[in-house]
């Protein structure tokens, strides 16, 4: 059940680092999206990219820069980590073929920034 | 400017009992409606969803109902069990539009 496939699952960070989350899918949709998670806040759209070659700023972009390197794949930079950054990182597409507004998840990939 | 306000932010429900999560939106052109459920170290997953043409939709013991005059729709859990206890999660969205923006979650605890 690929589906969407994110890497690394856990990463530990210092202050000041930087780092690139991945994300493939192979679902064969031109959408992606990045979202964050923290405790009460609920899922916050990052950056979202609708088709290859573009990309959108979400309600949270400050900090992240994203691209959208060809179809299947959509990445996530922190180019200067900060602790505020602590959160599970999540990537989405929809399923293939289908406009239904449904979108489908990876597992997540949890980040700690010290 | 929180589009879709999701409350109880946390819910305890005796097994057997109906579990009720609400859900508001401000955008009027909102025409998807989804609620996703997430277990423990997992990705969020559709759950079921509804467009505003419909007043509800039910799968199994669950059940949305939706209310455009007023711009809420709530998830009904009936028969809840243990195996339902996670963080369910609302959202909206302008299909094809605009990405789904997501109420800020309910943690759900099913007690026997």
């Known amino acids: 059940n690929a589906g969407v496939t994110q890497t690394p699952k856990f990463q530990v960070l210092k202050t000041g680092q930087s780092m690139t989350l991945q994300c493939a899918q192979d679902?064969?949709?031109?959408?992606m999206y990045w979202y964050r998670q923290d405790p009460g806040m609920g899922l916050r759209l990052i950056y979202y990219?609708?088709?290859?070659?573009?990309?959108d700023k979400g309600e949270v972009p400050n900090g992240y820069n994203v691209s959208r390197l060809n179809k299947r794949e959509f990445s996530l930079r922190l180019e200067s980590a900060a602790p505020s950054q602590t959160s599970v990182y999540f990537c989405?597409?929809?399923?293939?073929?289908?406009?239904?507004?449904?979108?489908?998840f990876g597992e997540g990939s949890r980040l700690t920034v010290l | 400017q929180q589009q879709v306000k999701q409350s109880p932010q946390s819910l305890i429900v005796q097994k057997g009992g109906i579990s009720i999560i609400n859900c508001a939106y401000e955008?009027?052109?909102?025409?998807?409606f989804p609620w996703y459920q997430q277990f423990p170290g997992k990705g969020p997953a559709l759950l079921i969803a509804?467009?505003?043409?419909?007043s509800e939709k039910k799968e199994g013991r669950f059940t949305i109902s939706f209310n455009k005059s007023a711009k809420q729709f709530s998830l009904h859990i009936m028969d809840s069990q243990p195996g339902d206890s996670a963080t369910y999660f609302c959202?909206?969205?302008?299909?094809?539009?605009?990405?789904?923006?997501f109420g800020k979650g309910t943690r759900l605890s099913v007690i026997a």
């Open positions: 679902m064969n949709h031109n959408s």
């Open positions: 959202a909206a969205s302008v299909v094809g539009n605009t990405p789904l923006v």
């Open positions: 989405a597409s929809p399923p293939g073929g289908t406009n239904t507004g449904e979108l489908f």
């Open positions: 509804i467009r505003p043409d419909v």
């Open positions: 990219s609708a088709s290859e070659g573009t990309t």
């Open positions: 955008n009027t052109a909102f025409d998807y």
